[in-house]
């Protein structure tokens, strides 16, 4: 089945998953930007998501920013997909939550993806000032295929930053051109590509200079909210930002990245789907094959042509040394059990907090729950267990980026769901992951969203589990396509 196809299934998913209350927030405003790093060269779209203090607080006031990756196999999905994820972090963190339209496979298959993530990254602290945004503040997050990004990005974002020769970013100026009334902005050949900052719910397009009676011009550097009420829709408009060192001379900017916040990553590709499959107690609630295929001969095509070892694409095949020195102290992981990329994200947390890497990793995998299980399409009630897992990932951010942060708020998931935390020393983590080897008491969770041990249900889960090693037969549910 075409690509097409699956995104427009999955459009359909995230419809329904939107629909839950508390809705989520829509985009504050999307840029276009260059890519200067892939060969292809191109644009792509940033989507942000701001604090309601975001064009009132001090001049001076520059907020932490999070770079965040959507999921869909690399191959579907949009900025907005983690939209309940940017309000989380946008209210519980007060930080600017900047979601990255990497473009797709199969048209734009490895590396593109990190190319665009990287790009993005760099142009974002290049232009921090005009942006509000402080770069030394700056988090990577992701979900499945994001949050692979959030791992690899760092790793090229490392190498470019020590001249290590895999990727040189492009100079754009070649491209750029003068505008007709004289001025020098560095306008993009590509007519999709400039700076001005629109309502996503504005139905000019990007290129148009034309403004409805309503909307309100903004003017940098300092963009102040003066918006009108109308039954028209609001447009936030800027004009072109100012040329940086990135665009005269190519310039990597001073940032510095504080965390990463990875929720149920591919981390290695070096290891078969038949293989992950095999690594699920609950094989019934792995990806269908025909989905999974898909991701792969999309992304890494041909198989056999690319290197799996590739830290871009699989940072669990770094060597020790790169990513201690790639990645910030502070890493968040979640993993799900019933997820055939469960193993390989643990065994990833296990190895960046051993003292070869010696990382604070914390998070941990989540029991009994599938992949995306975050992304459920139910239009009814976004899970409880969701809720706090984002709210606990948040107290992290919040205390990486210099607020405040209780042992009790970083797990609070614990309410609803047993984690096997990445702090804890539980030495036979990596073995429960295979069928038969569980740990621990099993829990429920009630109609409120807490969590319900029974004393009696070890031995029963045991004999389940050991009755399910079998390949699955990859019936297609809406919910697994995330």
């Known amino acids: ?63 932490p920013v999070v770079v965040n990756f959507h999921g869909g196999g690399f191959t579907l999905g949009t900025g907005t997909d983690d939209a309940r994820w940017a309000a989380s972090v946008v209210a519980e963190v007060e930080a600017v939550v900047v979601s990255v339209e990497y ?7 490895f590396s593109v993806g990190v190319e665009d993530g990287t790009d993005a990254v760099i142009y974002l602290a290049s232009h921090a000032e005009e942006l509000r945004l402080d770069p030394s503040r700056m988090a990577l997050s992701g979900f499945s295929a994001g949050g692979n990004f959030a791992f690899t990005v760092p790793l090229m974002l490392h190498d470019l930053i020590n001249d290590a020769g895999k990727r040189n970013l492009l100079d754009c100026s070649s491209k750029a051109k003068k505008r007709k009334n004289g001025h020098n902005s560095h306008q993009h050949a590509d007519p999709e590509y400039n700076h001005n900052y629109l309502h996503p719910n504005s139905a000019i397009s990007p290129s148009s200079s034309a403004t409805t009676p309503s909307s309100s011009q903004l003017s940098l550097p300092r963009p102040t909210q003066t918006r009108t009420n109308s039954s028209t829709h609001s447009i ?44 699920n107690p609950q094989p019934d ?14 992304y890494i095509p041909p198989f056999d042509a690319i290197d799996l070892t590739d830290p871009y694409l699989s940072p669990m095949a770094a060597e020790d040394d790169f ?41 941990g995998l989540v029991k009994e729950v599938p ?23 948040c107290a992290e ?18 309410k609803s769901q047993d984690v096997e935390r990445f702090e804890d020393e539980r030495r036979d983590r990596v073995g429960s992951l295979v069928p038969g080897g569980g740990v621990g008491g099993v829990c429920g969770v009630d109609g409120d969203g807490e969590r319900m041990r029974s004393s009696s249900a070890d031995a029963e889960i ?13 019936k297609f549910k809406l919910e697994n396509m995330v």
């Open 371 to 393: 992949h995306a299980f975050d992304k459920k399409p139910n239009p009814v009630r976004f899970p409880k267990s969701a809720d706090r897992c984002y709210s606990e990932a």
């Open 236 to 279: 936030m408009k800027l004009s072109d930002l100012e040329p940086t060192a990135l665009e005269i001379d190519q310039k990597i900017p001073d940032l510095q990245l504080k965390c990463i916040v990875s929720f149920y990553p591919p981390t290695d590709f070096r290891s078969s789907r038949t293989e992950k499959r095999l690594t």
């Open 323 to 363: 990513l201690r020195d790639a990645y910030p102290e502070d890493i968040v992981l979640y993993t799900c059990e019933y997820d055939m990329l469960n193993a390989e994200g643990v065994a990833f947390g296990e190895r960046l907090k051993s003292a070869e890497i010696g990382k604070s990793v914390h998070g």
């Open 397 to 414: 951010l919040r205390r990486v980026f210099g607020g405040r942060a209780s042992v009790e708020e970083r797990r609070v998931l614990d």
């Open 103 to 109: 473009r797709l496979a199969p048209e734009y298959p």
């Open 462 to 474: 045991g004999k389940d589990r050991s009755r399910t090693r079998r390949e699955s037969k990859g």
């Open 1 to 63: 089945m075409k690509a097409s196809i699956w995104r427009a299934l999955m459009a359909i998913g995230m419809k329904f998953h939107h629909l839950a209350e508390p809705r989520p927030p829509r985009p504050n405003f999307k840029i276009v930007i260059p890519s200067r790093l892939s060969p292809r060269g191109g644009t792509f779209k940033l989507v942000f998501y701001v604090p309601d203090s975001y064009f009132t607080a001090d001049d001076e006031y520059r907020y």
């Open 285 to 298: 609630k792995n990806l269908p094959p025909m989905l999974t295929n898909l991701f792969d001969e999309s």
